[in-house]
């Protein structure tokens, strides 16, 4: 049983447009939210996190958007560039910390 | 400041024999979790461990799977007897603190059984 659901495998998004990743989890019990990001034979870095508390986060190029009534998270990066291919994992904390199954963004050139 | 450290980044082992995992976390971190990658697959969380104490390995195999965190040392994740389907990417991660909401992750050993 998924808690946490991120239904599209790969994303492909032209350099300098808008990347939006989507994740939409189950559990209302969760209290923070993560995106990570992960090149390969690499391990997931940290990107960008938010409280349960509040509907949005924005750190430079990323944006998180919290909806709780739809339970549902995604990542906006703009102007997207190319070192910003990579597998984005959404990530959802109760007592530990669950993980989505991964999108693969590919920025074009 | 060195990240967490994984060795080995790739294992190979045959079926019935033993794999060894470790993992050294960041300094001054007290908090290890694991998490195995199989293929098309998120991360699975599988044990969180302090310094000699397991907290929590809800994750963890019943059988031939276990996880130890020494005072002294990196924390080792034991696979015995391994099977074909324990080939994967297994994680560390580590963290200062029980409740941040941030771990940060070694660059993972890949385990193939054959």
């Known amino acids: 049983d998924q808690q946490v659901k991120q239904n599209s495998p790969s994303l492909s998004v032209q350099e300098g447009r808008i990347s939006i990743l989507n994740c939409d989890y189950t559990?209302?019990?969760?209290?923070?939210f993560l995106w990570y990001k992960k090149y390969p034979a690499e391990g997931p870095t940290f990107l960008i996190s938010?409280?349960?508390?509040?509907d949005k986060n924005e750190d430079g190029r990323f944006t998180v958007f919290l909806n709780k009534s739809a339970k549902h998270l995604s990542l906006h990066i703009v102007p997207s560039q190319p070192g910003d291919s990579a597998v984005y994992f959404c990530?959802?904390?109760?007592?530990?910390?669950?993980f989505g199954k991964g999108t693969r963004l590919h920025i074009l050139p | 400041n060195a990240g967490v450290m994984q060795n080995p980044r790739h294992l190979v082992r045959r079926r019935g024999q033993e794999a060894r995992l470790r993992c050294s976390p960041m300094?001054?971190?007290?908090?290890v979790y694991w998490y195995r990658q199989l293929p098309e697959e998120g991360l699975k969380f599988m044990v969180y461990l302090q310094k000699e104490n397991i907290i929590d390995e809800s994750g963890m195999p019943k059988e031939r799977f276990s996880a130890e965190f020494p005072k002294e040392g990196p924390s080792i994740l034991r696979i015995q007897q391994v099977v074909r389907g324990d080939s994967a990417a297994y994680f560390c991660?580590?963290?200062?603190?029980?409740?941040?909401?941030?771990?940060?992750f070694g660059p993972g050993t890949r385990l193939t059984v054959t």
């Open positions: 300094k001054g971190h007290s908090h």
């Open positions: 991660a580590s963290s200062p603190w029980r409740e941040t909401e941030e771990q940060y």
């Open positions: 938010i409280s349960s508390i509040k």
């Open positions: 559990n209302s019990m969760f209290d923070y």
């Open positions: 990530a959802a904390r109760d007592d530990k910390i669950i």
